[in-house]
């Protein structure tokens, strides 16, 4: 049956009337289409997503201008529409630059720069506009003013969806009472369904960004985030992509833009943590695959070392017989003194003996001469003589006539593999991979590792085919990095830069010598994480919890660009214990709010053992339940989102592995926390026991041997092996002495902060004590350091009618025992 397609051609002007229809569609024309993939595929999301481009776009102009952010926020409800009202007050707009910001998608400063930033790719709040105009028909409106400026700029305007501009319909100045800033208005189809979302954005937005001051205002709720610090985030510097995973096209694009010729000043100039001596290391690694490495042959032994004289004499012609011989012996007696030599360290150590023997003997040796003698050097050293497998694979080979190359692959061979191989099968093994150097038509010996891999196969699989002895995958790439380990780096220079440009195999060999080479990590000036202690205070101060935990990362590399993770954990206290942990992921200082499930970071989350951090866990996997929040930050020059609303960071193994590191550092302090807190629970129910049996056992003795009942205070103190903690008042005359001891039960070594309140003025304190007045009350402040089974006394005086209140800290009031008398 013919098909449709082979129809088409029949018909005359088909293809010339499809091509009449096709045209180009602008960026602004796709998304006005596809506004779902920007995070505006709904009402209720629209506004978090148009609220939170705008936030950020905010929080980004004022922290660039070294300003700290005061952001306000209000949303209205104006009969079926809502209206979204933003205003920061960071530098401004310029008149120029304010419509395409506005009104043109992928139009920004950030997207080519190396450094963190909330916008990367300049579609955000263009895109508010967007879904404002697309909803309600009505423009934006946009109020800036520049700092020194007596007047604002005012704009109305929509985005022009084909030709992706800016159409304004007011442009005019104004007065306003910010001294600098901007205002955006928008009237877009919405409602309130996320208010959720919107309030948890708002607030996790102030955690992770303390120095700025936020305020919400909306038809249900107020809210205001003061900031907790004047400390602006550590400014970032743009940086240059680091050689770790850039991949292959960018690095073929660079080659071709580049201003420089070499390949070393390509690096140099190009990367960053790239010097002199780094890439110095790259362009060897390079050599290694774009050349290979030449292999190094034992030398003939001293006895041996006259024929590399005889060989090089013979090789040498019309010198003179007293020249020549002294250029033979100089060559062989070099040769001898190494262990290995390779091709090109063979022609070097010809080039010195013949400088010297032209020096010596007024004798030129050119070119010529030089290549003959290099040859006939060679030959001996690693030339033909190897004994050929006949035509069924057999090796076999007369004793006389065995090759040095095959003693010495012998050697490399029967060192690398297991000693259950039998000599005669190694030996077998040697000979065959001997034959394939020799078939090489490169007689220099020059191979990469993969064709050397492929030799050693060639000849491990002969070997079993024919002596029937497994030779097997580990045996092979043992005996591999054997030889490579022997073979050495060539001198060769590099192809220069619009060499490389041209050729793809040799840039993708520049890749992979630039990712296998060890480079420092990348400087992370370039980022501004919110750093471990500043998480902490986050968390403590949006949420009431017992423990707090914070970690943050060294930096790392992910296609070329560096990024941080940092991880926080809250535990205890208010926070909801039912149910599943609460999971906070942010990027660049922004929160994801939205595609949890689809997100990288939630993935990692679940992926780790929560038991054995002292979470529940049912199943042994996903997320875990407790009253416990869990805070993600990924800080990167390019946080690489899984679309382009920026809901969720894609599955990036490195950023994976990074994530699950900064939790599990975290979480390693909330076991011990939680350890510790089972511990002391068990050490407060014991302690309960004994206080409810000793004072009954202590009146039952009493009463047996007709004595005062004791004091069994110090008793529960020193079975509990507590730090006992005593006050002594002795009346003499008209005041009172007072001595504090502090007596050590415990098995460690305690510091301490011990302050007795005082109604009256002390005197005579004791060495290391310290006197505060406040309000009428003396504050006796000591802090004694007391060893395991030891004491130490504070000492001192005040009027008798003096009232007492001992407050002691440093220990845990389960291991604590204080007493007044």
Sequence with gaps: ????????????????????????????????????????????RGLVTAVKEAVDNALDAAEEAG????????????????????????????????PKV??????????????????????????????????????????????????????????????????????????????????????????MRARGQLHDYIKHTAVVNPHARLELREP????????????????????????????????MKMLTATDSHSVSGFLQEEFTRVGTKTAASIIDAFRDRHYGREMTWRPPTAAESADVAAAVEDATANKGPEATAAFADAVADAVADRDRIAHHELRAVVADAAEAAEADHGTTFGDTVRENALEAAWNEIAGPGEPEADADGDAEADADDESRLVADLYDLADDATSTRKDDEVVHAFAVR?????????????????????????????????????????????NVTDAVWDVMVTVPDDPPLVRELADSRDAASDLVDAMRTTDIIAPPTRCLSP?????????????????????????????????????????????????????????????????????????????????????????????????????MIHVASTNVPFTSESKDAIANVPEIEDEIELAIR????????????????????????????????????????????????????????????????????????????VVENNSGTNESLEVTDIVSAEPSSLSDGATVVEMDGEWFVKWEPDVSSGDEAVLEYEVAADASFDLDVKGVESEKLTVTEQ
């Design 1 to 44: 049956m013919t098909s449709f397609q082979s129809t088409l051609g029949e018909e005359s002007g088909i293809a010339e009337e499809l091509a009449e229809n096709q045209r180009s569609i602008s960026i602004a024309e796709f998304f006005e289409k596809n506004k779902h993939m920007l995070g505006f595929d709904s009402g209720a």
């Design 102 to 191: 506005f009104g043109k998608l992928l139009y920004g400063s950030r997207f080519h720069r190396r450094e963190q930033s909330r916008g990367q790719q300049g579609i955000g709040i263009s895109a508010a506009v967007l879904y404002s105009q697309l909803t309600s028909g009505k423009p934006a409106k946009i109020t800036s003013r520049t700092q020194g400026s007596s007047e604002a700029q005012y704009f109305e305007l929509i985005v022009d969806t084909d030709e992706n501009e800016p159409e304004i319909s007011v442009d005019e100045t104004t007065s306003w009472d910010r001294p600098h800033g901007t205002r955006i208005e928008l009237e877009m189809e919405a409602n």
């Design 530 to 630: 919110i750093s471990a202690d500043l998480i902490e205070a986050g968390l403590k101060k949006e949420f009431d919890a017992d423990f707090y935990a914070a970690a943050s990362r060294d930096a790392e590399v992910s296609g070329g660009d560096p990024f941080v993770v940092e991880a926080g954990i809250a535990y205890g206290g208010d926070l909801e214990a039912e149910g599943s942990v609460d999971v906070l992921r942010f990027a660049n200082r922004v929160p994801l709010v939205y595609q949890r499930g689809a997100c990288a970071t939630t993935d990692v989350v679940k992926t780790i053992g929560w038991r054995n951090y002292g979470l529940d866990q049912p199943g042994g996997s996903g997320l875990p339940n407790g009253a416990a929040v869990v």
């Design 665 to 740: 550092e975290a979480a390693r302090d909330l076991k011990s926390y939680l350890n510790k807190r089972r511990s002391m629970q068990k050490r407060r129910k014991k302690q309960n026991v004994l206080g409810k049996i000793l004072p009954e056992m202590a009146e039952k003795v009493a009463q047996v041997i007709d004595r005062p009942e004791p004091d069994i205070d110090d008793a529960v103190a020193r079975i509990m092996n507590n730090v006992l903690v005593e006050r002594h008042v002795e009346e003499n005359g008209d005041g009172s002495a007072v001595r504090v």
């Design 220 to 251: 249900n709720a107020h809210f205001k985030f003061e900031r907790a610090t004047d400390q602006l985030p550590e400014e970032t510097e743009e940086i240059r992509p680091h050689p770790h995973g850039v991949e292959l096209g960018t690095v």
């Design 67 to 98: 300003i700290l952010p005061d952001i306000y926020v209000e949303i209205r409800e104006d009969g079926d529409y809502y209206r979204l009202i933003v205003e920061d007050n960071g530098p401004g707009l310029t008149k120029e630059s304010l």
């Design 433 to 477: 991979l001997a034959g394939k150097f020799a078939d090489e038509e490169d007689h220099r010996h020059r191979l990469t590792r993969d064709r050397l891999r492929s030799h050693v196969d060639r000849a491990a699989e002969l070997t079993e085919e024919y002596d029937e002895v497994a030779f097997g995958e580990t045996a092979r790439e």
